[in-house]
């Protein structure tokens, strides 16, 4: 089975930079949405970014302006560079693979579909 492999979380002060990064342990071979979400304790899940190629990315509004995504197809690694981190950006951050996206007043939803791929999360922490 294909799996995702996180990098690059840690504890930056707020209004420092973080890069996270997301493999594939095989090759995908997709054009399908690869996303990036995020969950803080007590709170529900947010979408962060999402791209595809030949797209253009999407973005949350809280995070837009602040964090860039792209894509690396011929490596199937998807990037989050994250700049002037915020003390509410806190929150472990997954990436997904072939994800269904709806966006709507500024919210980025993502959601699973039948071949869905996770990554097992990396903790950002901005205090």
């Known amino acids: 089975d294909v799996q995702l492999v996180e990098s690059g979380g840690g504890s930056v002060q707020a209004g420092g930079s973080l890069k996270l990064t997301c493999s594939a342990t095989?090759?995908?071979?997709?054009?399908?949405?690869w996303g990036w979400f995020r969950q803080a304790p007590g709170k529900d899940r947010e979408g962060v970014a999402a791209i595809r190629s030949g797209a253009e990315p999407h973005y949350a509004d809280s995070v837009k302006d602040r964090f860039t995504v792209t894509l690396d197809n011929a490596k199937d690694t998807v990037y989050l560079q994250m700049y002037d981190l915020k003390p509410e950006d806190t929150a472990t951050y997954y990436c997904?693979?072939?994800?269904?996206?709806?966006?709507?007043?500024?919210?980025?939803?993502?959601?699973?579909?039948?071949?869905?791929?996770y990554g097992q999360g990396t903790q950002v922490t901005s205090p």
């Open positions: 095989e090759s995908t071979c997709g054009t399908y949405y």
């Open positions: 997904a693979a072939n994800v269904i996206i709806a966006t709507m007043n500024g919210i980025l939803s993502l959601h699973a579909g039948p071949d869905t791929y």
